[in-house]
């Protein structure tokens, strides 16, 4: 439950309009709900600061369904990665306000009261290219719903420098920059190089075979000779996009 | 060149104490300095905000105490990483007031005029056991030249949570969080979810047979529950340092 | 052949209710039965004091069904892992008392006559995430078969340490603990630590691609911190309960 | 602080023996005392029931000293193991009655009072070969300090399989039997299918080169055909005792 | 173009059978035909003794059927391995006198004379489950069209060691010895010791998630404490079946 | 825009046949077109000498069909690689002119005026097996696209050594080789020995299990023992044609 | 104990020479004899044909001499393998008839009385390069111990392809054929090409950085596209002798 | 035997300055020459222009010394590469005209009389960092033994782009570009989108743990989007010189 979620239901139940047990109800499914396959944790919001995500894969559409459900009731929002087509269209169906992103494969529904964080500044989504969309999406999806400002800059890979080059003053603009790349990744050793503001690195599956589902680009952004560089999972666009908002909110 | 260093020289040659050639002679060394098997970067100060950095492993000494000469005759301030006990020794003979860590194996010498930049916070840099020493004092000798305070906590694996739980409030209050372990690296996971600032991790090569010299923990750190929690390379104390640096500095 | 029905198979010849040929006959059988393309094992049970197990993968629909019919008509009770869909409805069809389980992809068929069999105490089976179900579910089916009391506490990973804390009286309660976990698999070391009992850890193939296929989780149990935790194959929830049926078993 | 110890400690102050500074001075170090470097866990007899290990690569000879100093002023008997062999020297000579044992490479201090726990039986350590031994002994050292009685078994590789079919008898007598092995480690699955009790089973580093420094092992034993065999570290002799420990304790 | 074939060419030009345009359009295509993608070898026969073995992966549909044609026109009879169904369907149409077998994936033309080669004894196949029958069966079938007796002992793997050494006798009266396992192969580390014939063996992708597809099997049997224990390609039972026709021919 | 299409566009200019609007409307695009998703280079032509090659592999088909529009409206021709079968079918239609190549995967539209380029020779592309073939279409296809001469030699594998040596005057006539081979990928190495003109060797992904995807091939040829081969990545047919393309230009 | 040396014992009771009480001595260390850390296997010549093999990685220099005096004595003869200098020089000492090989490092001390087994005929070393001659020696010697003439062939490696095209008599007229290669290990494809008897590869750590200690030439000898080549564990001479051994026995 | 060499002994013996008898023993060398542990190759330069090298890992100091003397008597230069300081200490020694280079462990004996090669420009060595200069300064070496110019480039890696930038007309005017690059291995992306001449890339073992000995580097290089960049084994200077002379030979 968020900070200002938990003011609003102390408020209310101080003017009267919600009862002791509503107030209970609501309460009482801190710090977290048992649905029995899982435990729908509804201080993510007070602790972290951002909706509860749900990752799909290895979950049936029946309970992503219901731990949606869970989180929807208790109006904390929450963001849904890797889904299905068929997963996406069933909570959009049942969440109207949620906000389907099929090149992201996301869904994403708002908090029933808009989240206001304070931040540093924008965060930059930065591709190498075209093939790395999809993961670029995820993190900037993400990175929207945990409240930052989202910029991006796309097919900028390092086989034509210019392309990098052009664009130095929206680079140093970034309060974060995410650099998304497949291939060798060398993309983000030359941002790396170009700017002082932190770095985080998502290596992408993309490439042909000794890529090795995105080893390669692991192991060359773990390497990378611009000091500073972080690294997240490989094609994990969300995980980039936490890595940011903690770097990007004042606290 | 570091601009307060920059700013010093031009007010110095204003006020008639350096003449046109020897403000020359000083400039002329950027943006860097072709030495025949390496070009000196005199810029590193001034675009990344800290002394450079001689990364000692495949140099000779000779090699390593040439580029530390040129850097210490810019006044610049230099930090020498993996240095081996001779390079340590050498390099302690030839700059006096540079200060030698044997644990960390570095040697810094500090720029001829203070670096003091604004930054949000304190660094913590936490071990999960006492092997992970070398690297964690890698990180926080590296971290105090690029300008940061530091704090420490060690010996807090998860095998005995207690000993984590207990420090909470250390770790609540950092800027930045610097995890370093090894074996299977959980710490990190259990950081992450403890705090909402920045976590980097640095993965160590500590362990029995299978941690395959730092792979197990570089692969759990990879896949961390805890959203957010960004990755360096192997045993890479600086090169978290850096990414501290660049979270904790305020532009 | 189940001690328990050996000890009843002389008895029902001693009363005259079964005739020589009868008894051969059921003897006969051990200790495999050679059908062509398998030595069906019918001293399983007498051996290892639980039904036979009939791993799928790679085997027929045709060979599946062969065997398991060989199976119960010795009345030994069986048990199908990872059993496609199409075989676990073919075996339900031809055999009307076996419990089905979806989720799992498991057939079992309990013997004939109950096994009891004296045990420590219950197995308590703990999952990370929502997403290491279906192994966790496989573990506990395969123990109950196996004659174990099992329990069940799920979603409990390290990224919200509070979830397995709140849990220390059920884990410390357990006569053997089965950790099931995926991604970097912190779970494992935080409960062995909590615990003294033993503690055998399942790595699954969920996770981010630097997971690969399970390969990080397997590594950091083996790497564990917390000393005497044990590991099975990735994804191999049957192993992790044939692994806790030894150690809970009196003899 | 073994619960032995602390209910001596307090009926000698009832008996007016200790006077209340010294009490305290003994129950202040626990849960565990901050050293700079590490945190010296005194609890682990309590936890666990039997005495802290120390690993010793990646600390220093120091280091290594002031914890044993530390855990032998607190009367709990310690073991370090991977120690080098001028750190058995050292600790040899720091605490005479410290047992030190060259081919395991370990040095036991016994706790001021003996431990003792209520065990199933016998520990059984096997080896498929001489070049197993090393770790063989570490886990019967560590098995010992733990508190079971331990019986060896060694040489038996399968490879002259009568020379393990020909001690069946030891091997069913076992209440925990932990295999030592390295090549393609079949011991394990053998072993494991004779008997019914746990198997825990240690992959070494013995082998031609494509075993991979101990790869190959592992694998072989995380695959067992035997159902129910549990895995630990590459030569890890000390976990494999751990584990039989848990086992064999009767609570 | 086999011996007997050529021997039977000459012959029945000599007898005026054969114009000699026909003799010549028989021998033009020897030492292989290039129809475009490939080069039909009809000097197989020859050389290695039996049919030209088409392994069908990465090949057309349109392909296969091209060069089976053409060696089933020069009557050198073929074996194609690893045919997919449709493909299994239309060479069985094209040539009526083949021989499909659908466990082993294979498709055999007898050549238009039968092979008689002078052979030590029997090639047994040995498989350690049920799982590891189709590369086996590809095995068998290879060696049979090889010129081969072939004998089979299915599902003895080690985890029941009495299934392997009950016989004994039928693996000490092969001439070469065959094992197809999985997971971690470890029967052919106790057949290797209890025979002293040649064995070959053949790692299969059988197992659990951390067999790897095989590679834990493979390194099982690279590292086998048998010595003189050969290894051929995971999976490849045709490979395997080669090897031991060279072993077996006497020349 | 290829060096041609810009004379032709400035002659055009001054012959009045262009007003400036247009000119400057063709020019514009230089040096890349951003379509939101993409960075269209339409100066990859004057920078490299050949179309701009679209991987297909990760985009989706209207992501593709837009950037091909944009780069056939430009003039500049294309080449898509690793095209599904309905992305081929959709740029055949809407590109009546293109090229497409089912074997290679490829669709080929070449640009509004020829290019000529000045080359050494000929390329020559050989394949090991039948199996290879597609990775050589890929690597024929692009060479042609590219400017150079090709021609092919297929199924030539060091199994029957008669077939490569027997066409040693064809190997040594070729400006450079290009060896397409998969499993051990030997070809290589023996045709690296008979030659001195530049070979390029495209492991394949062809082979049984230990094959691991084409990492056996890959590995062999980094390890070639004829000196000066030079290596592409797995299945990469496109990137050797590059690689012989900056051979084989004369400048 | 071997055949021979069991019939002249009992030749020499039946002539009086021996006591029953010295008879029993001599059998009753059948079929292994404990010493403690070892059983050392006297049976190993009565099964397998050739004396014991000693592995001395692993092993202490006094557990080495131990076994072999125990050998020796029992004068079955024995081979010690991959023995260090200064346990080469101890046994040279401690066995004046033993033959010490400083490449190949082994020390070979004939039985009492000569094997003479018959064999098909020779076995044929091969080398690829001369950086390959520790392991081939290794072989050489160990076939040679195991009564079988031995025949050498070295630096024949393909990127000179006429170095092993002017040898093809030569190989035509071996028994068995060991190719011993490291980088690529295309020889083993030519080779095996080359001649229709059997033919085994050991792959050598020999190679520049990406032959990863022999994992190339091991990948590569696996995937060979001449079919019935088999592979023994990276450098492993003497398994290819005890392969070669099986192969050329006849029975 | 170099072509000029042969030609001036047919000169020579024409001119009568030769016997039959000394022209034979010159010729009688060819093709290669055996001195037992290797096959000395005396046509090297005469089939690929260029001196023999000796690769001396593996080979004992007597072995090179040995081979070295042949070749030099046969007058036709050599390379000794990896040599350890007493091999370069050996064959300065012997050889007084041979220029030793210890930074790239060569010992470099030109031919008798020059080689003059027609080439097509400069080869430039580029290196990203100090560290690579070994590996850089072998292939350098090389190239030039091998015929062709060399120039040079240093510390030009990508994390400050403005190093590679500043010499792009250095860059485009090379024939042939070696670019030597360890961690991630960037550069070689950048250089190959700057230039169309081609470009050879060697990784490095430079780096921190997850460099994993160069692995990520090759890997990197292999996956470089810029098309077209080949890739040589990991430090293979030797190898990226004779790629190099391959491409810049002018036939």
């Known amino acids: 439950m ?4 938990l003011k609003n239901l102390l408020e ?7 009862s002791i047990p509503e107030v209970l ?3 009482a499914r801190a710090p977290f709900e048992d649905i029995g396959f899982a435990r729908v944790d509804h201080h ?8 509860e995500v749900v990752y799909c894969p290895g ?7 219901e731990i949606c459900a869970r989180l929807a009731a208790a109006g904390d929002g929450l963001l849904a990665t890797r889904a299905e087509p068929e997963v996406r269209r069933r909570l959009a169906a049942e969440h109207p306000r949620a906000e389907v992103n099929d090149l992201a494969r996301t869904v994403y529904l708002p908090p029933a009261e808009p989240i206001e ?12 290219g075209t093939s790395d969309l999809p993961v670029a999406e ?4 993400a990175a ?5 400002p989202v910029r991006r800059l796309d097919d900028v890979g390092v086989a034509g420098i210019h392309r990098v080059l052009s664009e130095r003053a929206e680079l140093a603009d970034a309060a974060v920059v995410i650099v998304v790349a497949g291939m060798e990744a060398a993309l983000a050793s030359v941002v790396g190089g170009l700017v002082s503001v932190p770095v985080v690195a998502v290596p992408t599956s993309v490439g042909y075979g000794a890529s090795f589902s995105g080893l390669a680009a692991l192991l060359g952004l773990l390497n990378s000779c611009a000091p500073g560089v972080t690294v997240v999972n490989i094609d994990n666009g969300y995980g980039a996009a936490a890595a940011a908002t903690r770097i990007n909110r004042l606290t």
């Not at 209310?12 to 919600?18: A, D, S, V, Y």
């Not at 929207?144 to 930052?148: D, F, I, L, S, T």
């Open 144 to 148: 929207r719903a945990m409240g930052n």
């Open 138 to 141: 995820e993190a900037a999806v």
């Open 25 to 27: 109800d609501q309460l």
């Open 2 to 5: 968020r900070p200002e979620r």
């Open 44 to 51: 993510r919001a007070l602790r972290q600061g951002y909706p």
């Open 59 to 65: 979950k049936s559409s029946d309970q992503i369904a």
């Open 12 to 18: 209310r139940f101080q003017r009267g309009e919600l």
């Open 117 to 128: 964080i304070a931040v540093r500044g924008a965060v930059l989504v930065v591709t190498a």
